[in-house]
Every structure is written in structure tokens, then in C-alpha cells.
């Protein structure tokens, strides 16, 4: 009799929650995708090791392409690369999927993670730090720190680097305090560690991602790997809230009326809007958190990705590196002039997105005929194939700076290119990552030719998928030039 019961239980539970999907599970059996099992849906497909985990995931989503759907345990991901629908996606689902969430312990309420309330707010407060006057003052600060790259090198001239990026890390590191906040770089004495965290945090995080059992939070709690997580988190707070600790001293210090340039910058905005209560103290704490990983980390990883493609093709760095003389003009004029440089890293964000995944939340039906992507899924826009689909693209593959010609970029869906997302939660530093890129590449090549060790197409590069994409095997020997 007990065990009677104890069925018709579980019977009346799993027909509850089958009922109150109901639409879901109607709409996602019309979109085309793998074969699932109960409870761990499509998610036994995507388990891998971390050295293919990325190859994997896009030769899966590439031969389902251009709409498919899979599960992972009782989340709908519906992945699609069509430009029209992407549109609809970016536009109307301004949640995040509840894939960020991961992100919670370090970063909750962020820009990159918060509800859309929260969002709003934090994006209204955040975005006069980044306006083009503020901006354009950053210009002499990225020269000098991409000064500090060239002196490392004059002294590293013809011998081979396999870890460039962690050097230009902490140049971008060191910018970003200097830039985004009123402390000096030299105060925080702990960007190796800073570094070393972000790295930590990326990889428990996809080996979380690719053993499935681990994203049920039962089995994830007794892991080891969430004990690693834990002290990783309280590290990253610990760091902010040294950082913000030197803001706090420095705004003593100020008048607070101050409407110079340095007081609208991102950190010391945020400390005066703490002051009257806009925004609150762990707030600031976790968009310290986010900012500073985040800015200089993709800023990092997209000049070394650049320089490592321009190292294989020679013919094309050497038209990049007949630029004029960074120091010596004004910031705008001198950018303008960059416009072939600017075209070469938009065809190497094509090839390889720093980023190469957006998620989202639908929380209402999104109609992308012929299926419709129904209230409650997880949506996601596949950059790395969005960028390579032939249908847009001719010979998707082929290094041409010259896609990004005005004309041929007004042939192009609006959507079929976003390395730095769309609408209006794109991303806020798109203007700010350009320029570091920009300013720090051009400086480089003014003063070094570049060469890609044991490559002869960026299709020899492999990649490693950290949430962002690395170069894994960069080998990377720089000549002085003779002018």
C-alpha cells in the first residue's frame, strides 16, 4: 500500500511539472535537435575534456545549424545562427539564461549578470563613464602602458614568447585601474594574483560546464571543485575591495562637487552615487569585480589574438604597421586614420570572438518562423558560427580585412556580425576595448615585425575556451624595425 502511494506520488509530481510546461515542451518538439535522455537531456553530448570541450561544442551546434534545440537536464537551449532571428533575440530577451548565474558568487547584480531592473539602473549610472570625451582622455595613458609592452620587448628582441598574453595582461591591467578608477596601478600590489584567480574562475567554471552531473547544485556542493570555487570568489572580493578601498581614500581628498574628467570615470562615479545612497557599497563591490576582469582580460586576449594572426600574415601587417606617429596627434584624428587596422581586428573578431557565446532568457515567445522559441528557454547566438555562416559570408573561412569596407558592410544583416553583442545590452567598454586594441597593436607594429612561430594560416592555431577564446599554442617572435 505504502509503495502504492509513495508511485502515485511521483506520478502526480512528474505529471505537475510536465503539465506546467506544457507549451514549452510542445514548441521545442517542432525545433530539430539531438536525442535526449530523462533528466540529463542532450547534455551527455556535450561532455568532453577541456582541451576539445570548445571544438566539440561548435562541431555539434555547426552540424545542427541553422535552428536547433537540446536539453540539459530540464533547460531548453535553442541555439540559431540566422541573422533575422538573432535580431528578435538581442531586442526582446534582455534577461540573461540562467547560465550567469554561475557568475552569482563573484559578480550578481552586474551588468554582465543582473536581472534587467537592476540592470537599467546600473547601466544609466555606468554609461556617462564611458562617453567619447572621457574617452578620448585615455589616449595618452594607453600609449604609455603600450610603451611598457615595446621596452619589454627591446630587451626580449628575436627570442621566442609562448606567454605573451600574461604580458600584455597586466599592461591592461594596469590601464584599466588607471583608466576606470583614481588609483594608481602601482598601489595594488596583486595583479599576478588578480590574474591568476580570473584564470582559476574560467576553468572551474566550463569543467563545471562539461561534466554535467556537476551543474545539478546537490552534486556540485559536495565537489571539491565548489570548495575551489568558494576561495577563488572570497580572492576576487578580496582584491576589489582593496581597490575601492584606495577610491574611498582618494574621494576624501576631492571636492566633492568636482566636475573634472577624472571624477566621471567608472570607480570614482560609482563611490560619489554611494554617497547618496543610488547605489550601494557591495554593489560597487561586485562591479569592481566584473569590470576589472572583464575589461582587461578580453582587451588582452584580442591583442595577442591579433597579433598572433598578423604574425602569419605578413603582407597584411606590413600595410597595418605604416601608421603615423602615435604621440604625436590628437586622439581623434590619429583613430580615424587607423581605419585599416580597425578592419583587420573586425575580421579577426569574425574569425575568432573573443567571446564566442551570448545566452539569453526568453520570457516571453519570440515568433522565428517557422518554429517559435518559447517563454522559459535558455537562447543562444553561436558568434563563432554566426561569423562563418557561408550563406553571409563568401568563403567564410578566408582572412579578408576588406569585408569591412563601408559597401560591403551595408550589404550585410545588421546582426550577422556582433562581437560585442546588440541592442541595448550590448556591451558597455565596446568603445573603450576598441581603442586599447587599437592604440596598443599600432604601437607595437611601429616598433616590431611580428612573427607567428610554426603557423602558416590562422587555421593552425588552436583555441582554449575559458568562457573567452585563447590562443593555446601562440609562439610569438618579435624584430625590431629599421626605420
Not at 286 to 304: V, Y
Request: hydrophobic share 40%; with cysteine; charged share 25%.
Amino acid at each position: 500500500m505504502v509503495i502504492w502511494i509513495f508511485i502515485c506520488a511521483v506520478t502526480f509530481v512528474i505529471i505537475s511539472v510536465l503539465w506546467k510546461k506544457r507549451w514549452l515542451l510542445y514548441h521545442a518538439w517542432k525545433i530539430p535537435g539531438p536525442f535526449s535522455v530523462p533528466l540529463v537531456g542532450s547534455a551527455f553530448l556535450l561532455s568532453a575534456t577541456k582541451d576539445n570541450f570548445f571544438d566539440l561544442i561548435c562541431g555539434k551546434m555547426d552540424s545542427w545549424r541553422p535552428v536547433t534545440k537540446f536539453w540539459v537536464g530540464s533547460q531548453l537551449y535553442i541555439a540559431t545562427t540566422r541573422p533575422t532571428d538573432v535580431e528578435k533575440i538581442l531586442t526582446n530577451s534582455l534577461n540573461k539564461s540562467p547560465f550567469y548565474e554561475n557568475f552569482n558568487d563573484i559578480m550578481k547584480d552586474t551588468l554582465l549578470t543582473a536581472k534587467v531592473s537592476i540592470w537599467k539602473e546600473h547601466r544609466k549610472m555606468i554609461n556617462p563613464s564611458f562617453n567619447s570625451k572621457i574617452l578620448n582622455s585615455y589616449h595618452d595613458i594607453f600609449i604609455n602602458y603600450s610603451k611598457e609592452i615595446v621596452k619589454f620587448l627591446d630587451d626580449k628582441e628575436g627570442v621566442e614568447q609562448t606567454d605573451f598574453l600574461r604580458v600584455i595582461w597586466e599592461k591592461t591591467l594596469d590601464a584599466v585601474l588607471a583608466t576606470l578608477t583614481n588609483v594608481k596601478p602601482h598601489v595594488v600590489k596583486e595583479r599576478h594574483r588578480t590574474i591568476s584567480i580570473t584564470v582559476k574562475f574560467e576553468e572551474i567554471l566550463i569543467q563545471r560546464f562539461h561534466s554535467f552531473w556537476l551543474l545539478i547544485d546537490f552534486f556540485w556542493k559536495l565537489s571539491n571543485l565548489h570548495k575551489e570555487h568558494e576561495v577563488v570568489c572570497q580572492t576576487a572580493h578580496e582584491i576589489a575591495e582593496n581597490i575601492i578601498a584606495e577610491e574611498y581614500k582618494s574621494y576624501e581628498f576631492q571636492d566633492r562637487n568636482d566636475d573634472t574628467i577624472e571624477s566621471k570615470r567608472f570607480l570614482p562615479n560609482l563611490t560619489k552615487l554611494n554617497q547618496t545612497k543610488l547605489i550601494t557599497r557591495e554593489e560597487i563591490l561586485e562591479e569592481t569585480s566584473f569590470m576589472m576582469m572583464a575589461a582587461s582580460e578580453t582587451a588582452a586576449i584580442t591583442i595577442n589574438t591579433v597579433l598572433t594572426i598578423l604574425g602569419i600574415y605578413s603582407d597584411i601587417q606590413e600595410l597595418v604597421s605604416v601608421l603615423p606617429n602615435m604621440e604625436n596627434s590628437p586622439i581623434q584624428e590619429e583613430l580615424n586614420r587607423l581605419d585599416y587596422l580597425e578592419r583587420v581586428v573586425k575580421e579577426i573578431l569574425r574569425l575568432v570572438p573573443t567571446i564566442p557565446f551570448i545566452l539569453r532568457y526568453a520570457d516571453e515567445d519570440i515568433k522565428c518562423d517557422p518554429y517559435v522559441f518559447p517563454a522559459g528557454s535558455n537562447l543562444i547566438v553561436p558568434l563563432v558560427l554566426l561569423h562563418r555562416d557561408p550563406e553571409v559570408w563568401p568563403d567564410p573561412e578566408k582572412f579578408d580585412p576588406d569585408r569591412f569596407l563601408h559597401d560591403e558592410v551595408g550589404k550585410r544583416h545588421r546582426c550577422s556580425y556582433i562581437p560585442f553583442s546588440f541592442g541595448a545590452r550590448n556591451c558597455i567598454g565596446l568603445k573603450f576595448g576598441m581603442m586599447v586594441v587599437k592604440v596598443t597593436v599600432a604601437t607595437i607594429l611601429r616598433n616590431f615585425k611580428v612573427q607567428t612561430v610554426g603557423m602558416n594560416s590562422w587555421k593552425d592555431i588552436q583555441w582554449d575556451y575559458m568562457v573567452m577564446l585563447k590562443t593555446k599554442n601562440s609562439r610569438l617572435r618579435f624584430e625590431k624595425r629599421k626605420f
